[in-house]
Structure formats: C-alpha cells, structure tokens
C-alpha cells in the first residue's frame, strides 16, 4: 500500500514538473493543480497511512493522526484561492496581448540590458 | 521535551490555569533606584516628533517653540535623574519584552551616558533655536524638526540603553535618521548622494556591528549591557574576542568616520547647517566614540585593541587635518577637522589607559562646543553672504563683527591657543602621546601628534584669516550683516563655554572625573592630575609652542601649498565609492539575471533542478536507517485504483494540448485523490477534496471559454525530452522520499495524541480534525481565511480593471470560435437544479452542524453551499441569478472574517485568550441533545468567508464571459412552455 501512494505521488509530481515546464499558461496551471495533488498527499501521508480509523473519537484503540488532515484541509481550500488567482492572471494576459505564452515573446529580451538602458 | 512543553502550554490554555505572564523585573530593581522619567527622556522625542508637523501650519515660531519644548521636557527628565546619580546610585528603568530572546526595554543612566545625554539634549536645544532662524520660508519646517527629533530620541536611546539589542535598534535608528536629514533638500543631487553614502557606510558598520554585539552576549550570556561590564575576563580570553572587537569596532569607525571610512562624513555636509552642527560634530559622530568608551572596561586594554584603535586613531588625526587645510568649503573644513578631532579622541581611547580616557572624556567636552560654535558661524557666514567658499570671502569682520568675534573665539579653541578650552585637553592628549610607544619609539606617536596638532592650527587660522581679516571685498554673492540674534546667540553660548572652561579648567574637573570613573569602571583608578592651565615647562608645552608656529608658517605659505596639493594626484574617495556600488550592482545584476532573465519556464527549470541538486546531496551525504514499518497489504481495489491514477496522468501528459480533455482528466485525478483520501480514514478531507474539484473545475471551464482549445506543439523533441527528464528525476525524488517516510516511525512521537485526548475534553468535539482547525490551531484558520479572502478580492479587483480597460471591446466584440448550443438554458436543467438546490442546502447545513463530532463543518459546507449556488448561475444564467443575489460576495467574506474574529474576541471578555472555546449542550425540543459551542460561531465565520471567497472568484470569472456575449436574457429558461414571449432568448 505505501508503495503505490509513494509511487502514486512520484507519477503525479513527474506530470506536474513536465506540464509546469511548458510555454503556455493552461498547461503550466493544469501542472500546478498536479501538484498541488502531490504536495497536499505527501503532507497528508506525513501522518502515515492508516485504514479504517478516522480520527473521529469512538471507543476505538488506534484512530488516523488528525493534525497532517486539519493542515491539508486547509491547504486544499487555499490551493483553490491560489489557481483561481494564476488563472485570472493568465486570463488577463491572454486577454490584453492576444497570446497566451508565459513568457514574452518578443525576441530574446536581456532584461539586464534593458534595466540598464532604463537608467 | 518539547512535546511536554507545548502540552503544558496547550492544558493550561484549556484547563484555564491563569495567564503565563510573570511580572518579574519591579522587584529585582527597587533597589536600584527604578525611575519613570528615564522612559520619558528617551521616548520623549519619539512623541514628541509628531508634534512639529502638527504644528507647522499654526505657524514657524509656534513650530519651533513646540519642538524646543519637547527637548527642554527631555532635558528636565534627564536632570531630575541627576541627585540619585550624584549620589552614586545607577538609575535603571527596566520592562521584560522578549526575556526568552533576551531583549528587554532596559534603560540605565550612569555618568558617562548622562553626560552624553547632556550633550545630546542640550546641544539640541541650541540646534532647535538656531534652526529657527536657519531655515529659510520655502522650507518646510515641520519636517525638518520631524527628522532632528527622530534622530534625538535614537541618539538618547543609545546611550540609555542597556540591552546591547535594542542599543543596535536605535544605533540604526540613527543612521536612518541622519540620511533622512542628510537628504532633506532633496533637490540638491549632492544631498541624494551624501545621504546614500552616509547611510551604506554607517549602515554596513551598523550591521557589522551586529555580529560582533551578538557575540559578545553569547560570551557574556547576557545582553544586558551592565552584566557585560562585569565579564572582562570572559570576554577577553574567549576564542571569539578578536571577531567580535573588529566587528565593533567597525561599527565604531564607521559612525565615527575613522580612517578608512572617513570619507562620507564630508559629503554628509551636504545637510543642512544645523544638521551638520548636531550630527556630524556633536552627537551622531561621537556615537562610535561613546560606544568604544562604553565597552572600553571589557574591550581595552588588549595588543588587537590598542593597534587598530591607536593606529586607526592616528592616520585619521593627520590625514583629516593635512585634507582640512586645502579645503575651499568652510563646512568641508569644518567636516575634515571633525574628522581629525575624533581620530584625536580615539587614538586616546586605543591607548587604554586611565589618563587616555579622561583626556579623550575632556575633549569630547571641548570639541562638542567649539565645533559646534564653529558650525553655526559658518551657517551664518553661508546664510549671510550665499556662499561658502572661503576664497570668495574675506574681510567679514567689519560686516558682521559679532559672528567674526565668535568664530574667531571658537576657532582659536580649535586650534589649540592658552587660554581656551581645546588647548587644556590638546596638552594632555600630547602628554599622553609622549607616554605612547609605537614601534618601540617613545618619538613616533609624539611626532605624528605634533603634525597634527601644526595642521589643527594652520586650518583653524585660516579659517580666520581668509574668512573674516583681510580687506573687504565688494564682491560677495549677497551683502553680508550680523543677523537676528537668534541666529547668535546659540553659538555665542558655546563660546562662553570655551572662555570658561578654557580659562579655569578646574571647573570641569569634578565632571571630567565622574564621567571617567563611569568609563574606568572598576578596571582602572581615576588619575589625580589636575586640569589646568599652566603645567610649567614641560614637553608638551614645547610641542604646542612648534605646533602653533607651524601652524603660523603654514598659513602664510598657503598658496603655493596649495597649488601643489592641487598639483598633486590623489584618490578620490566618491569616485572609489561610487566605483565600488556600481560594481556590486553589476555582479549582483548578472547573478539575478542569469538565473531570472524574465523568462518564468527558465526560472522553474532552475528551480527544480536546484530542488532536485538538494534532495540528491542530502540523499547521497545522509544516513538511511533500516525500514521500521511494515508494508501493509493492498487490496485489488486499491491497486486498480493505483492504475487509473497511473493511467489518467499518463493520458494528461499525453493529451494536455487537448485542453477539454485535459480537463476532464484532471477532474478524474482529484476523485482518485478524495477517494484516496476517504480510504485513508480522511473523510474530511475527501469532502473537501471533491467539493474543492467541482468548483475549480467550473473556474477552470470559465477560463477555458476565453483561452485557445488547444496548445500547439512548440517546443523541440529535445526540450521535451529534457523537460521530461527533469520531471523524472523530481517525481522519482519525491515518491522515493515519501516512501522511505512511510515504512519508517517518525523520528519524534507526533504531537497528535495531545490533540486526540483533549479534543473532547478542551475542545467539546469528537471531530479531531474540524477542532484542530476551529479551536487548537483556530488562529490558522483565522489567517487562512482572511488569505482566501483577499484571494477573491484579488480576483475581483483583476477582472475589474480588464473589463475597464482595452480588454473589453476586445471582449465585446469577440465572436465564439464555435458555434454557442441552440439552448442556452436548457429547461431540464433548470428544473433539475432548483429541484437539488435545497437538497444541497440542507446537506450544507447539516454538514455544518455535525462538523464538531463527525466529519464536517465550516470549510466543507461552505464549498457545498457555493456548489448549489453555482448550479444556478450554470442553469440559468448570470443576469437572472444576480437578480436574485441579495448580499454582495465582498459582504459575505467580510462577515465571515468579522463573525470568526469577534468570536475569538468574545473569549477576552470571559477572561481567556484570543480564540478559546467554551461549550455546553443544550437539548432542543424534537431534536436530539446537541452541543453548543463558542467554535461553532468561528466555524460560521469560517463558512461563510470560504462560501463568499468561491463565489466571488466565480462570479468574477463569469463577468467577463457575460460582457463577451450581447445579449443576457432575465429569463430563467429559454424555453420555457408557460410564457408566451418565446424570441426574448435567441439571438
């Protein structure tokens, strides 16, 4: 079992960092929310994996460590905050240059040499 | 350990067991002599700063009056301190602020720091009144006085203080405030220039200073200032002395510009005068000088402390005098000769003996009132006759005789004449020079003493001669006069000084003596020389008698001296300095923009490399330990559910240049992950997860609307191919790192079990996870939604300046790339969602209530709520569901903050801290016993915060979609068999 949620996030991470590398901004956003999948798992899966015992208080013996799942919580509504904030972005520079690359396109811009031609 | 700590913490938290506050400090110093008005002494300026803004509109003189007040308020409170401190009691004023850091409000006032305080306050009174005057009309004052206050409370700070922590706060203080000051004609490029300067050499110095503070409380194990004092022997034998004296003794010779950092002190004359009098003669210069003599019990006395401090001392006393004399700029040889003079007083410090520090104590007297006399005269001189150089002047005696007679007072001081009061001290600083050896010669430090002292003369001469004797001249910038008294008066006081200290020097004896005995500690006796006069005929008279007869010769040979000097080729410490920044931005330049050239897919390439580089060094230097855990088994479920995680991922990459389909795949991820999650015993988190993926799926499908419906293929097989073995190696870094955590205990027993014991006891619920988040760690909650919060504004606000902008013709006039269904609002569907609607919001709502002891709660209910909601806006539109919106989505996050934070205030009122449940159950009528707790109001705030953020991203989102088609119909269908009007909806 641990081996396929360790291998399960290692795939998930992998897709994310190639889609992340891509030159338009719906792949780069899609390759986020992968990882954010990776990311919020491995937190999760910090507390170890544990079956059929949620941290909700019975009788029981033995219940799932509840402090790596209050954290995720909260960092899977966050992560929600965070793509629609970068999607709205890209949206808006789509929208305003009629292109949806990430980065500028123009030539090859040295931006050393252009801050120092600003000076 | 600390897992006790936190539980402790945490118990007395919950089991109300009082505060954790000590009141400590009020009794351990009753017997030192406790007093208030050392906290009004230095906080007294920083209030008191406010005040000349406040007052400048009423007026100049009220201005400066109300300025004047404040200092004379300070100066009073600093007085009133004197009877204990004469009768040898050290008066302390102490308030624990962070005693675990060891960074307290410590105050203590001894004689040398009341004597520099004197200084300070009463050299500031005099600057106060003379600034009056000084300021011309366009200037505005308010600010001026604003910045003089600010610098005055730093610089009392300093000397107060008794925590070295917080001596380094208002050290910096200072620094900051002396560039505001600097700069403050900030027309003037000089100004701008000066002031960047002054401010990265005495701010480098500053930090340098740090590390070597630091170092010296880790020896000492305290950073109480008298505690240091008292540990000379630790400090000096430790390891650590050396790096911690060079690193404070930068600090001090760069405030003090002491060689080689004596180069800003002149471009700082770029201040205004009275500036340059308080700051750069008087006070903010002496900084360095009153820290050295500070730490002189713990720090002198040692070979490292003697060679730097003599030897630093001694270049800086020649080079400033020889650089003085050739100087055209009266301030500028006013700002060199301040430079020689501190060299003067810091050679006497290096020597580290007992006479060393008095002379350097006496003279610190005598340079602070003739300097500052001299500073003033030149202000009037330059404030009179619109310049200040001294080859255009000449001859003012007979214009301006009471400014002529001052100065001339003042500068004959400088020069070292009987009868003033610079040459009772520059006769012992020789005596001390004659005792000094350096390179096993008795001679050397007295010779280089000498040429000094014949320089001090020759500028201090002529800064007489060529300035106010000579003939007059008919052609100065502006007819020079004597001006209002209140200009003169000021240095006219300072010059009484000089005659009477210079004139019976016993006078300043007994204070001489107390300050010195503060310095000495308990180190050294206090010498019983006597300040006088007339020693006899001894050495230093003789060297005197050569000094001010060169200084004679000197002036008289002037011009052709100075055409040598200017013949001769010299490095200029602006351009060097200025060499040096330029250089550091280059470097810096190229290092960002090699990593960062703009181009963000470089940037994360560089990034997780560098990740990766990390892991894998971590990896290959770290020691694995044997697997601890067992592998528990899997099921064919799961391991099928493995395989369409495996294989949806796969498809994505595959097939992400298909956007729609990358979509739905992502979707199909997050229902493997929330089913993972339910799996793992996180039922709340799978709710999260799945209601979290319907709304980011609808966002994304907004976004989808607008954006290409595919990626072309761009990049080069090669790049792919690396792209791709990037993501390998991360994915394979981080799948081998998860795996080795879970078959492997952790390393500290987590700090679970304390949650899972007292979630029902402290927190009243059998949730453990929605009581972690509304009531063990609630003040994480309240951040988090605030953050998602702002993320929706953010939202809010970007799509509010698209559709203000060139965006939205484009928007407006965009055709759809494919061709829009017939049925925009389909009839089933609308009745579909009305009919789960309140379905949903009962689900909401129970999930809600049920959230404390099963899972649930704000977080979940929210989304579940904004899911039934968004159904509406899908099904029938945007104009017909904003019709029936009542409260703006802003409004519901700001309430949901408001409600979570008043209910955490609610505790303060029953006594406990910020976010501290309380509970009960109550039984209702027809209902089951149910529980009513203070969390559940923060898990409203909660709910509706998280319900308002979604919606408002949403709603965003589909403003812009609204705008890109033309017509919107009111209609909650299009086709609807009860209406008769049927075209309303085509278009």
Same mark, same amino acid.
């Given at each position: 079992m641990e081996f396929l949620v360790a291998s399960g996030i290692g795939v998930l991470t992998a897709a994310g960092i190639y889609l992340v590398l891509r030159l338009r901004t719906f792949p780069v956003i899609v390759g986020t929310a992968l990882l954010t999948y990776a990311v919020n798992v491995f937190l999760f899966a910090s507390g170890r994996l544990t079956v059929g015992a949620p941290p909700i208080l019975t009788d029981a013996e033995r219940y799932a460590d509840p402090l790596p799942q209050a954290l995720v919580l909260t960092a899977i509504v966050i992560s929600f905050g965070m793509t629609a904030v970068v999607v709205v972005i890209a949206l808006g520079a789509y929208l305003g240059s009629d292109d949806d690359h990430v980065d500028e396109q123009e030539g090859a811009l040295d931006t050393a040499r252009k801050l120092e031609s600003a000076e | 350990m600390a897992k006790e700590d936190f539980a402790q913490q945490n118990v007395a938290r919950h089991l109300r067991v009082g505060r954790n506050f000590r009141t400590k400090g009020s009794n351990d110093n009753a017997n030192l002599g406790w007093s208030l008005s050392l906290f009004i002494v230095v906080l007294m300026p920083f209030l008191g700063a406010l005040l000349p803004g406040v007052l400048y509109p009423a007026g100049r003189r009220t201005c400066a009056l109300g300025t004047l007040s404040v200092t004379l308020i300070a100066l009073i409170g600093l007085i009133s301190n004197f009877p204990a401190l004469l009768a040898g009691e050290t008066v302390t004023a102490r308030i624990e602020w962070m005693p675990a850091l060891g960074l307290n409000a410590t105050f203590f006032l001894d004689p040398l720091g009341a004597f520099f305080a004197t200084l300070i306050l009463g050299i500031g009174l005099l600057i106060i009144a003379y600034g009056r005057y000084y300021l011309s009309s366009s200037d505005n004052m308010g600010e001026f006085y604003t910045y003089l206050l600010l610098f005055q409370g730093a610089m009392v700070g300093i000397v107060l203080s008794d925590n070295i922590l917080m001596l380094l706060v208002f050290w910096e203080l200072t620094s900051l405030s002396s560039f505001l000051l600097i700069g403050y004609w900030r027309h003037l490029a000089e100004g701008r220039q000066g002031a960047r300067m002054a401010l990265t050499v005495t701010g480098m110095g500053g930090l340098a200073m740090i590390g070597g503070m630091l170092i010296l409380g880790q020896i000492a194990g305290s950073y109480d200032l008298t505690v240091i004092l008292e540990n000379r022997d630790a400090i000096q034998e430790s390891d650590l002395y050396l790096p911690a004296l060079i690193l404070i003794l930068l600090g001090c010779f760069t405030k003090s510009a002491?060689?080689?950092?004596?180069?800003?002190?002149?471009?700082?004359?770029?201040?205004?005068?009275?500036?340059?009098?308080?700051?750069?003669?008087?006070?903010?210069?002496?900084?360095?000088?009153?820290?050295?003599?500070?730490?002189?019990?713990?720090?002198?006395?040692?070979?490292?402390?003697?060679?730097?401090?003599?030897?630093?001392?001694?270049?800086?006393?020649?080079?400033?005098?020889?650089?003085?004399?050739?100087?055209?700029?009266?301030?500028?040889?006013?700002?060199?000769?301040?430079?020689?003079?501190?060299?003067?007083?810091?050679?006497?410090?290096?020597?580290?003996?007992?006479?060393?520090?008095?002379?350097?104590?006496?003279?610190?007297?005598?340079?602070?009132?003739?300097?500052?006399?001299?500073?003033?005269?030149?202000?009037?001189?330059?404030?009179?006759?619109?310049?200040?150089?001294?080859?255009?002047?000449?001859?003012?005696?007979?214009?301006?005789?009471?400014?002529?007679?001052?100065?001339?007072?003042?500068?004959?001081?400088?020069?070292?004449?009987?009868?003033?009061?610079?040459?009772?001290?520059?006769?012992?600083?020789?005596?001390?020079?004659?005792?000094?050896?350096?390179?096993?010669?008795?001679?050397?430090?007295?010779?280089?003493?000498?040429?000094?002292?014949?320089?001090?003369?020759?500028?201090?001469?002529?800064?007489?001669?060529?300035?106010?004797?000579?003939?007059?001249?008919?052609?100065?910038?502006?007819?020079?006069?004597?001006?209002?008294?209140?200009?003169?008066?000021?240095?006219?006081?300072?010059?009484?000084?000089?005659?009477?200290?210079?004139?019976?020097?016993?006078?300043?004896?007994?204070?001489?003596?107390?300050?010195?005995?503060?310095?000495?500690?308990?180190?050294?006796?206090?010498?019983?020389?006597?300040?006088?006069?007339?020693?006899?005929?001894?050495?230093?008279?003789?060297?005197?008698?050569?000094?001010?007869?060169?200084?004679?010769?000197?002036?008289?040979?002037?011009?052709?001296?100075?055409? &040598?000097?200017? @013949?001769?080729?010299?490095?200029? =410490?602006?351009? *060097?300095?200025? %060499?040096? !920044?330029?250089?550091? $931005?280059? /470097?810096?330049?190229?290092?960002?923009?090699?990593?960062?050239?703009?181009?963000?897919?470089?940037?994360?390439?560089?990034?997780?490399?560098?990740?990766?580089?990390?892991?894998?060094?971590?990896?290959?230097?770290?020691?694995?330990?044997?697997?601890?855990?067992?592998?528990?088994?899997?099921?064919?479920?799961?391991?099928?559910?493995?395989?369409?995680?495996?294989?949806?991922?796969?498809? &994505?990459?595959? @097939?992400?240049?298909?956007?729609? =389909?990358?979509? *739905?795949?992502? %979707?199909? !991820?997050?229902?493997? $992950?929330? /089913?993972?999650?339910?799996?793992?015993?996180?039922?709340?988190?799978?709710?999260?997860?799945?209601?979290?993926?319907?709304?980011?799926?609808?966002?994304?499908?907004?976004?989808?609307?607008?954006?290409?419906?595919?990626?072309?293929?761009?990049?080069?097989?090669?790049?792919?191919?690396?792209?791709?073995?990037?993501?390998?190696?991360?994915?394979?870094?981080?799948?081998?790192?998860?795996?080795?955590?879970?078959?492997?205990?952790?390393?500290?027993?987590?700090?679970?079990?304390?949650?899972?014991?007292?979630?029902?006891?402290?927190?009243?619920?059998?949730?453990?996870?929605?009581?972690?988040?509304?009531?063990?760690?609630?003040?994480?909650?309240?951040?988090?939604?605030?953050?998602?919060?702002?993320?929706?504004?953010?939202?809010?606000?970007?799509?509010?300046?698209?559709?203000?902008?060139?965006?939205?013709?484009?928007?407006?006039?965009?055709?759809?790339?494919?061709?829009?269904?017939?049925?925009?609002?389909?009839?089933?569907?609308?009745?579909?969602?009305?009919?789960?609607?309140?379905?949903?919001?009962?689900?909401?709502?129970?999930?809600?209530?049920?959230?404390?002891?099963?899972?649930?709660?704000?977080?979940?209910?929210?989304?579940?709520?904004?899911?039934?909601?968004?159904?509406?806006?899908m099904a029938s539109g945007y104009a017909w569901a904003t019709q029936r919106q009542r409260y703006p989505y802003h409004g519901i996050v700001g309430a949901g903050v408001l409600i979570a934070g008043l209910t955490g205030i609610g505790a303060w009122f029953t006594g406990y801290e910020f976010l501290t449940s309380s509970f009960t159950y109550i039984k209702l009528p027809l209902l089951d016993e149910f529980e009513v707790a203070s969390a559940m109001g923060f898990d409203l705030g909660v709910f509706l915060a998280v319900l308002g953020a979604v919606m408002l991203s949403l709603e965003s989102f589909s403003r812009l979609a609204r705008r890109a088609h033309t017509t919107d119909s009111l209609h909650a269908m299009d086709i609807d068999p009860s209406r008769d009007d049927q075209t309303e909806g085509d278009h």
């Open positions: - | 002491q060689f080689p950092f004596h180069f800003w002190l002149p471009h700082a004359m770029a201040a205004p005068t009275p500036v340059s009098a308080y700051l750069h003669s008087a006070t903010m210069v002496k900084a360095g000088i009153f820290l050295m003599a500070r730490m002189w019990p713990v720090l002198s006395g040692s070979e490292a402390w003697f060679w730097l401090v003599t030897g630093a001392g001694l270049i800086t006393v020649v080079l400033g005098a020889v650089i003085s004399f050739f100087k055209h700029d009266l301030k500028a040889i006013l700002a060199f000769s301040t430079v020689s003079h501190l060299g003067l007083i810091t050679m006497l410090l290096g020597t580290g003996t007992a006479f060393g520090a008095m002379t350097a104590i006496f003279h610190i007297l005598n340079h602070a009132t003739f300097k500052a006399a001299l500073f003033m005269s030149a202000g009037i001189v330059d404030h009179e006759a619109h310049t200040r150089d001294i080859r255009r002047l000449g001859g003012l005696r007979h214009l301006m005789p009471v400014t002529a007679t001052i100065a001339t007072l003042a500068a004959l001081s400088m020069a070292g004449i009987p009868l003033f009061n610079g040459f009772v001290s520059k006769e012992m600083w020789l005596e001390e020079a004659l005792h000094t050896e350096f390179f096993a010669s008795p001679y050397f430090v007295a010779a280089i003493c000498t040429i000094g002292a014949l320089f001090s003369a020759a500028y201090s001469f002529r800064f007489i001669f060529h300035t106010f004797f000579g003939d007059t001249r008919r052609d100065y910038p502006s007819h020079p006069h004597d001006p209002n008294p209140g200009m003169w008066l000021p240095p006219a006081f300072l010059v009484c000084l000089v005659l009477i200290i210079g004139m019976a020097p016993f006078l300043a004896e007994p204070l001489v003596k107390f300050v010195t005995a503060a310095v000495l500690g308990n180190t050294a006796e206090v010498p019983t020389y006597h300040l006088a006069i007339w020693h006899g005929f001894k050495p230093p008279l003789y060297l005197s008698g050569i000094a001010v007869a060169g200084g004679i010769l000197l002036v008289l040979l002037h011009a052709p001296l100075q055409r &040598l000097w200017d @013949a001769t080729p010299r490095p200029e =410490a602006k351009s *060097i300095f200025e %060499g040096l !920044i330029a250089g550091c $931005v280059w /470097v810096a330049r190229r290092i960002t923009c090699g990593l960062h050239d703009g181009s963000f897919t470089r940037f994360a390439a560089i990034l997780m490399v560098a990740i990766v580089a990390g892991g894998a060094h971590a990896y290959f230097t770290g020691n694995a330990t044997a697997a601890t855990r067992d592998m528990q088994p899997a099921s064919v479920v799961a391991i099928a559910t493995w395989a369409m995680l495996i294989a949806a991922t796969g498809f &994505l990459v595959a @097939a992400h240049r298909k956007r729609l =389909a990358a979509l *739905i795949l992502i %979707g199909i !991820i997050g229902l493997i $992950v929330s /089913v993972a999650f339910a799996f793992f015993s996180a039922p709340d988190l799978a709710m999260t997860q799945i209601s979290v993926e319907v709304v980011t799926i609808v966002l994304m499908l907004l976004a989808l609307n607008f954006l290409p419906k595919e990626t072309p293929v761009e990049s080069s097989a090669l790049r792919r191919l690396r792209d791709g073995a990037i993501g390998c190696v991360g994915g394979l870094g981080a799948g081998a790192l998860c795996y080795y955590l879970l078959v492997r205990e952790s390393v500290a027993p987590p700090i679970s079990d304390y949650h899972l014991e007292n979630s029902y006891a402290g927190g009243g619920g059998t949730n453990v996870v929605n009581v972690i988040l509304v009531d063990f760690r609630g003040f994480d909650t309240f951040g988090e939604i605030i953050v998602l919060g702002i993320a929706a504004l953010v939202i809010y606000a970007l799509t509010e300046a698209l559709l203000r902008g060139p965006v939205r013709a484009r928007l407006l006039n965009r055709t759809p790339e494919s061709p829009l269904a017939g049925d925009r609002h389909p009839l089933m569907m609308v009745v579909l969602t009305r009919v789960i609607m309140p379905v949903l919001l009962m689900i909401g709502i129970y999930i809600f209530l049920r959230g404390h002891n099963l899972p649930g709660g704000g977080f979940i209910a929210g989304l579940v709520v904004a899911v039934a909601v968004v159904q509406q806006y």
